[in-house]
């Protein structure tokens, strides 16, 4: 069959839309290398072409790699692991913003978000505290430090007590709801400009805290994990509120004055 001109331009723009009206792009990621903690990084670009509007940008970011893989080369490290936006493992900067144009987990990113033809610079989290493992990969185990430092409560053995034992106000139960949402991505610290993790730790601190089964350990809970917080050199917070904005989980601001308000008792209180 011999396809006449009007043919073979109808049959490139439906390949240009795609399955079913799907929009394909071509897109080009320039993306942070680094082999290792202690080699030096660059920015290396790549083109990434039949792009769905439908893909993630971690199913982006797949299928360049899987490219890189059948042609010998070292695909790219990032981290990632449910894909829902529940766990918080996959995290990076996308055009200087911490997860990118929408306030969401990068899984739950769209490539519907960009145009064709668009430059994407994709880099790890930027901070002190978080150094780079290989490529887009970073070492948070800084926050686990930080919850082992006072993130739990006392829980006695035996019968666990009935639900409605110990009542709680709907606005306490509301507000440590709230901060309980936190999954530790780390993007508050990567939009800090101090490199403050305040956000994660006041969430942490907040949603036990409010509660009366954090109450034992409220004051203890509250100079350890600020203490660790420091020691792991992250920076101050001085109330940018870049981390609320970027926050996947939408913590409000208000989180970290609980926490100041807390510190402030455990250091004017006599048995602290």
């Not at 109808?10 to 399955?19: H, L, M, R, S, V």
């Not at 010998?72 to 990076?92: K, L, S, T």
């Not at 899984?107 to 887009?136: N, Y």
């Amino acid at each position: 069959m011999t396809l006449t001109a009007q043919d073979k331009n109808e049959a490139g723009e439906a390949q240009a839309a795609g399955t079913e009206g799907t929009r394909l792009m071509t897109i080009t990621v320039r993306v942070w290398r680094q082999p290792n903690a202690q080699a030096e990084g660059r920015m290396v670009a790549y083109e990434v072409p039949g792009v769905s509007e439908h893909m993630s940008f971690l199913e982006m970011m797949d299928v360049l790699n899987e490219r890189l893989t059948l042609e010998g080369d070292d695909p790219i490290a990032f981290d990632h692991d449910c894909r829902e936006g529940i766990c918080g493992q996959c995290g990076v900067v996308i055009d200087g913003v911490a997860h990118g144009p929408q306030q969401t987990t990068t899984c739950q990113l769209h490539m519907r978000s960009f145009a064709d033809g668009d430059t994407i610079d994709v880099e790890p989290w930027r901070a002190d505290a978080f150094p780079v493992v290989k490529d887009l990969m970073v070492d948070r185990g800084a926050f686990d430090r930080i919850i082992q430092a006072g993130g739990y409560i006392s829980a006695p053995t035996g019968t666990a007590p009935d639900a409605h034992a110990s009542p709680i106000p709907k606005a306490n139960s509301d507000h440590a709801f709230e901060a309980a949402a936190c999954i530790g991505c780390g993007a508050c610290v990567a939009a800090c400009p101090n490199g403050s993790a305040m956000l994660f730790t006041a969430a942490k601190v907040t949603h036990l805290g409010l509660l009366p089964q954090g109450q034992p350990e409220r004051h203890s809970r509250v100079l350890g994990m600020v203490a660790q917080h420091d020691e792991e050199g992250f920076g101050g917070c001085t109330n940018i509120g870049e981390c609320t904005a970027v926050c996947p989980k939408e913590i409000p601001f208000e989180t970290i004055s609980r926490l100041n308000r807390d510190l402030y008792g455990a250091l004017t209180h006599p048995n602290s």
